[in-house]
């Protein structure tokens, strides 16, 4: 099994930027990929960006290309997420994941094996 704790949500005025981290414990030596994804308030969940754990090859939907990157602290057992020129269209839960299966790295988008919990984003305009 592999934990992920999110940390770093909060409130930010549109324009602004902020920085997600997840820490992962427990059997990280399995994970292949981890990721993002976010749920916005009556909407579905959805793919925002992942990041291959060894080579460090990302991927992300067209919406945040150029606004937010995805990176990894191998060591530290931590991905982030940096968002910039944030929108209130941003504003969701976001959610941390991690994948123990070697895939395609854009076949993430359709899941992950594990969760973390969840980090608000408020994005105000």
């Known amino acids: 099994q592999v934990q992920l704790v999110e940390s770093g949500g909060g409130l930010v005025q549109a324009g602004g930027s902020l920085r997600l981290s997840c820490a992962a414990s427990?059997?990280?030596?399995?994970?292949?990929?981890m990721g993002w994804f976010r749920q916005a308030p009556g909407k579905e969940r959805e793919f925002v960006a992942a990041i291959n754990w060894s080579g460090g090859s990302t991927y992300y939907i067209d919406s945040v290309k150029g606004r937010f990157t995805i990176s990894r602290d191998n060591a530290k057992n931590t991905v982030y997420l940096q968002m910039n020129s944030l929108k209130p269209e941003d504003t969701a839960v976001y959610y941390c994941a991690a994948d123990a299966r070697p895939r395609v790295l854009t076949d993430y988008k359709y899941g992950m094996d594990y969760w973390g919990k969840g980090t608000l984003v408020t994005v105000s305009s």
């Open positions: 427990g059997r990280t030596f399995s994970i292949y990929a």
